[in-house]
């Protein structure tokens, strides 16, 4: 093996162990557990969840994620099916996808109609070349081969169609008020008159809600869906007789298909015969209980769709994998820590008010492309009565098995110290947290340089730290701060701590390194006042620190700036004053952003300001915040939400990470954190293939440093500086061609001249 081809293999495979995804590209991270149902094309086998699908390829076992990243229109996926050639996914939004081998189409005329009321899709029944698509205001026939809505069924005036099914050339729809059916071949059947209910049913159920009908041989199958747990009943109609099959219990869908019928009630999975004699009850896999979400059959297979395990492949109860269940645990997120590639989410969440959600999906970690999930069915320290809305985490960055998980409940500060399970549970019984009213609200964690952790906890005293050795301390931050909810915290270069209290303003605190002697606690409070902080508002959201030491603050009211911090504890009148950014438009001056409701800061390798807010998604600024280089949102960008919580860096990949009120989604942007030493610079994609026409992504240089490519004999290719630690290159020379085939040189050097380094590029065209 040559040294190039020797360099790309190890080049490569690192990278593959790194889990990096190209330069500006995006990931949807959802959760396979919020599972919605399994579909089947002749190729593969599509396992939905609500923000994005599990493609399993059952030709050569490979994994696809589709998301709205890659080629899925929306969010909110509501239910899926498909035939041997085409998938049917349908979002609650009116929304839906058609999936044909690797081509996604997209039919908005649902979403995009103009109907008042319910456009959800519920269900996708194919017969021949049509598919009758159940809604929340009825019946749309789409015609495959046309691509067009041939008619829109009306069973009754505002009902929601929850199934279809054609059985002995009638069809059946069940509905939230009964079941209806009109004969196929009744050509005004967007008429309600020409739909009758069905009334020889049991009298108590004649006008409910039925979830599922199927046509299953002789038999019309359906599903009676009680208001009581537990109590939904499965009818069929034969020969004119109504039989019930089985006992009463919970079902989450059916599957007819020629010889069997898949019943997968609470716990798990059914199979019935033609003459609906239970010939197998799956109610164990090897992972675990079954919570099946929905079921098929394909090649002698049963594929399950699981709540608690992912997509499942089996076939019997002791014959089983599950195929993919690498997931956080719900989409659900609120704040993020990232350190040295390991990224934390708590999965919790309070209002705008910081009332409780009661969100029990806890805590997600994602470390070499591995999720693992911290809840009360993976812990035994996280109790389902009593910890709920996990709000804050942190992970040490001088040891990154240690790590912290605040919530707003009963049940304390989770602690980890040697990655994996809780080791500690902290409460006013061990520690200096305070109850507030009969919860803890730990709404902020932060780790030190020393390795210190910082806590901010309502309650008399919002401020408190753990020592290494396992000592606490409580600190005032004045009477302003007492019983009132702390928001934030952020702890500078230079050990100041910035606490964010909602209705009080913002908190500088030094305790000067002496945590037991609190004479030399230097303390400093910024109000709305003009001479005292000049804050846009009493509401602080966000607090970071840019590479210059200034401080960037995000209210509720708009953004401002300290530009220096000597002044923070000992300034006169006016000289700790934040001040907004000042831009010229049209030949007026604005305040940037202006008066938007900030909700997260962050600072990249390159300097770079990255801006969430509360409704207009995300912005990316120059390092002095007065140019705009990316602009995110709903409309333009993957981003799945434009309430954007939090949002943190991975600095050594450069992938940005935004919590939103729907989900995780990430970046990959193209600026890292920088290394002046210039040992590990890596560059990808390597070789560079004649299909490949994205970005050349080089990384691990020094701030700012000069780039040069040349080829081999020296003549210069291309030239620029780093963004942080990281450049991106077209793979075109100075005057705009492709480069040739062969090996180039990538020499870096910082600006100030010192340290270079060498990497290898090979082009294959």
Request: net charge negative.
């Amino acid at each position: 093996m040559n040294k190039v081809l020797f360099f790309i293999f190890l080049f490569v495979s690192a990278l593959k162990a790194a889990g990096q995804i190209p330069m500006q590209s995006w990931r949807v991270h959802f959760s396979v557990f919020n599972a919605v149902g399994v579909a089947s094309d002749q190729n593969a086998v599509y396992h939905a969840a609500s923000n994005g699908i599990v493609k399993y390829n059952t030709d050569d076992n490979s994994i696809e994620m589709l998301t709205v990243a890659n080629g899925l229109s929306d969010l909110g996926i509501s239910t899926i099916s498909g035939n041997d050639t085409l998938v049917f996914v349908g979002y609650s939004n009116g929304n839906i996808d058609l999936i044909n081998g690797n081509t996604i189409t997209n039919i908005p005329w649902i979403r995009l109609a103009e109907i008042s009321g319910n456009k959800q899709i519920y269900d996708a029944n194919f017969q021949n070349d049509l598919i009758y698509i159940s809604t929340g205001f009825g019946i749309v026939v789409y015609d495959i081969l046309k691509n067009e809505v041939r008619d829109t069924y009306y069973p009754n005036s505002n009902v929601t169609v929850h199934s279809t099914a054609i059985h002995n050339d009638t069809i059946f729809a069940a509905t939230g008020s009964g079941i209806y059916f009109a004969a196929l071949s009744q050509p005004f059947l967007n008429d309600v008159t020409n739909w009758t209910k069905k009334t020889d049913l049991p009298s108590a159920i004649i006008n409910a809600e039925f979830s599922e009908i199927s046509s299953f041989g002789s038999k019309l199958v359906f599903v009676y869906n009680s208001s009581t747990y537990d109590a939904d009943t499965i009818y069929y109609l034969e020969n004119g007789s109504l039989n019930k099959y089985g006992t009463a219990t919970t079902v989450t869908n059916l599957t007819a298909g020629d010889e069997q019928l898949d019943l997968p009630p609470f716990g798990g999975v059914d199979i019935v015969d033609l003459n609906m004699n239970q010939v197998d009850f799956i109610y164990q896999y090897n992972a675990g209980i079954p919570e099946p979400i929905g079921c098929i059959k394909k090649d002698n297979f049963l594929w399950i769709a699981d709540r608690n395990h992912g997509l499942v492949k089996l076939t019997n109860n002791w014959s089983n994998d599950v195929i993919y269940k690498n997931s956080l645990y719900a989409d659900g997120c609120y704040r993020l820590d990232i350190q040295y590639g390991k990224v934390l989410v708590a999965g919790g969440g309070l209002t705008h008010n910081q009332v409780n959600n009661y969100f029990r999906n806890g805590v997600y970690q994602l470390e070499d492309e591995t999720w693992t999930n911290y809840n009360h069915e993976t812990s035994d320290s996280i109790d389902y009565d009593k910890d709920w809305d996990f709000i804050s985490v942190a992970i040490n960055p001088n040891n990154t098995d240690q790590m912290a998980f605040g919530s707003a409940s009963q049940g304390g500060l989770k602690y980890i110290s040697n990655g994996s399970a809780i080791s500690e549970v902290y409460n006013q019984s061990n520690s200096t947290l305070e109850i507030n009213g009969s919860n803890y609200t730990i709404s902020d964690i932060r780790f030190d340089e020393t390795g210190n952790m910082w806590v901010v906890c309502s309650g008399v005293e919002p401020l408190k730290v753990m020592t290494p050795q396992g000592d606490w301390y409580s600190f005032s931050l004045g009477s302003a701060a007492k019983d009132k909810f702390p928001y934030r915290l952020f702890i500078d270069s230079n050990g100041n701590k910035w606490v964010g209290i909602s209705n009080a303003g913002l908190f500088a605190f030094n305790e000067n390194g002496t945590l037991a002697d609190q004479s030399d606690d230097q303390l400093r409070s910024f109000s709305t006042s003009e001479g005292s902080g000049n804050l846009p508002s009493v509401y602080v959201k966000s607090i970071t620190e840019d590479l210059d030491g200034e401080i960037w603050i995000g209210t509720e009211e708009g953004m401002v700036v300290l530009y220096s911090t000597d002044k923070i504890y000992d300034g006169n009148y006016g000289e700790y004053d934040f001040n907004p950014i000042l831009i010229e438009v049209n030949g007026e001056v604005e305040k940037l952003l202006g008066t938007t409701y900030i909700t997260s800061l962050t600072v990249d390798g390159g300097n770079r300001k990255w801006i969430g807010t509360n409704s207009s998604g995300v912005f990316c600024l120059s390092p002095d915040g007065t140019e705009e280089i990316y602009r995110f949102d709903t409309e333009n960008s993957p981003l799945v939400s434009n309430n954007v919580l939090d949002i943190r860096v991975d600095h050594l990949s450069g992938e940005v990470y935004f919590a939103t009120d729907k989900g995780l989604v990430s970046f990959r942007a193209d600026a890292s954190i920088f290394d002046e030493d210039f040992e590990n610079v890596t560059v990808f994609p390597n070789p560079v293939r004649p299909d490949f026409s994205g970005p050349i992504t080089i990384q691990g240089l020094g701030y700012q440093s000069d780039l040069k490519v040349t080829d081999i004999s020296g003549n210069l290719i291309y030239k620029t500086t780093s963004n942080g630690g990281t450049v991106i290159w077209d793979g075109l020379t100075l005057t705009g061609e492709r480069v040739q085939s062969g090996v180039y040189l990538v020499w870096t050097a910082s600006v100030d001249g010192k340290g270079k380094e060498v990497a290898k590029i090979l082009f294959m065209n």
